[in-house]
């Protein structure tokens, strides 16, 4: 069965495409510069009863932040934002990850083994702790020196980086496997080159499993910016606002509405106005949620066909077993000599 028929599957996918294109649809419609804003909140009296940040209520469904902005509309408006760097730094990764683990397939098990020894580190090391050290001087000491863009970059390469060695591994190894296979000689011996087997043959045995490694690592880079931005490290770029000039009172504030950076923003609010930090959280577990969904589909569906395969393989074995020869008499068996046929 496909994939795409996994009611599993289809769940967090829609989630996911929703979030995703429904941000960039309602920020066609409703730009930041027109952001929904409520300072103060009257009563039908016209009387003040409430001022920012506002709890939510029927007119701002999620509340607002400290500025007035509608929490709704920034986690709208984001969404595009987190999901469109997952999506990218994924894929950079996945792809980067594969190759490099195609090539070093190749390479003699000795090899192998002390690459593997190498970048073991990268298993047990925290990711977040790695990119924090590197990403914070450059996001928040010396933001002031390189435009937002090359800061967007600079952020995006280092999360491709630090997960490259353990996917590059994981290929390599099985591949390694797949290459142990019988029907690898025989492609070999007809003239098959390492090109056309890698391209081939361990393509397409890898291809769910990349599937499913992409999703992972969605996963793993929702989870890693989430870390990062209560650490204050903002992919998208950083400001300080201050409060009170007479003491110094500063604000850390995003340039954009990605989710990370807002759950940064706003770490402080979580002694009192919780729903101005719930509310990215939130789209953050919902987006996790979906991308498991899949990632159990596709598991479900991985070992569904392997064990198809199998027992397809055994009843073909079933098919060729020889039929049993049936008792002959001295009159056939004569006649069978003489004439090749006992009819």
């Known amino acids: 069965m496909s994939v795409w028929k996994s009611p599993l599957f289809l769940t967090g996918f829609l989630i996911i495409i929703t979030l995703f294109f429904g941000s960039i649809i309602y920020s066609y419609y409703v730009p930041d510069k027109e952001k929904p804003v409520m300072q103060i909140r009257y009563d039908e009296n016209n009387t003040p009863i409430d001022s920012v940040p506002i709890a939510p209520f029927e007119e701002m469904p999620l509340g607002t932040d400290r500025f007035g902005v509608s929490m709704l509309h920034k986690v709208l ?19 980067i990850g594969t190759l490099l683990g195609l090539l070093f397939s190749q390479l003699p098990k000795s090899i192998l083994r002390l690459l593997n020894k190498l970048f073991e580190a990268f298993y047990y090391a925290p990711a977040t702790i790695i990119a924090y050290l590197i990403l914070f001087p450059v996001l928040q000491i010396f933001t002031w020196s390189l435009p937002r863009d090359e800061q967007t970059i600079f952020a995006i390469t280092i999360l491709v980086v630090i997960a490259v060695p353990p996917l590059m591994i994981t290929v390599a190894s099985e591949t390694k496997k797949f290459l142990e296979n019988e029907f690898i000689s025989s492609v070999k011996v007809l003239g098959g080159g390492r090109f056309h087997t890698l391209f081939k043959h361990v393509l397409p045995f890898l291809r769910p499993r990349l599937g ?16 990062l931005g209560v650490l204050k490290v903002f992919i998208g770029g950083m400001d300080i606002i201050t409060l009170e000039p007479l003491s110094n009172n500063t604000l850390p504030v995003s340039m954009i509405n990605e989710w990370s950076s807002m759950i940064g923003a706003y770490i402080y609010e979580i002694r009192g106005n919780l729903w101005v930090i719930y509310t990215p959280l939130a789209a953050f577990a919902v987006s996790i949620l979906a991308l498991n969904f899949m990632v159990e589909a596709m598991k479900q569906q991985y070992l569904a066909q392997g064990s198809y395969t199998k027992t397809r393989r055994l009843s073909r074995r079933k098919k060729i077993q020889p039929v049993p020869a049936k008792k002959l008499t001295e009159e056939q068996f004569e006649k069978i000599m003489k004439t090749g046929t006992d009819g």
């Open 212 to 227: 499913i490694l992409y999703s992972q690592q969605l996963i793993s880079t929702l989870l890693l910016v989430a870390h």
């Open 77 to 95: 408006d984001g969404a595009k934002y987190t999901l469109g760097f997952a999506f990218l730094i994924a894929f950079a990764r996945l792809l």
